[in-house]
């Protein structure tokens, strides 16, 4: 999927805005990417991203987190994503990687996936309720 225009991008920060506003300000929504699915031994069955997480951030590469947080100071919407890693894009294709998420799909702020457990103390801190999609995995 090639990477969005604009115009895509002002959409997916307008849909995201509706939604930091439902949720309210002590609040956090998490929404996971779908994962990569073996099929058997080394191959994939195709890749399909998440609806949901797809609506709301137009990213379209696997093992992701899209969280959004209201009111931040370092920026309301954050992604968890793959590093860049030049051997396994030979395979699978080139990835955002944390740098791609800020510049080309508008992150406020993103981070390895390896990091989301370590930021997740910080990022529920104070908050209310957390929103997230159940039933999943």
């Not at 609040?27 to 797809?54: G, T």
């Not at 990835?95 to 103390?121: C, M, N, T």
């Amino acid at each position: 999927m090639p990477a969005p225009t604009a115009a895509e991008v002002a959409e997916y920060a307008a849909r995201r805005a509706r939604l930091l506003a439902a949720i309210g300000p002590n609040n956090v929504a998490i929404v996971p990417s779908a994962r990569e699915v073996i099929r058997n031994r080394d191959a994939h069955y195709r890749f399909r991203q998440d609806s949901d997480f797809l609506y709301l951030s137009g990213f379209n590469e696997p093992d992701s987190m899209l969280v959004l947080v209201p009111g931040r100071q370092a920026g309301e919407f954050l992604m968890f994503v793959r590093a860049r890693d030049a051997a396994r894009e030979i395979w699978d294709g080139r990835r955002a990687g944390p740098e791609g998420a800020v510049s080309v799909y508008g992150a406020g702020q993103a981070f390895v996936i390896g990091d989301f457990e370590k930021q997740l103390h910080e990022l529920l801190a104070g908050r209310n309720r957390i929103f997230l999609t159940g039933g999943e995995d």
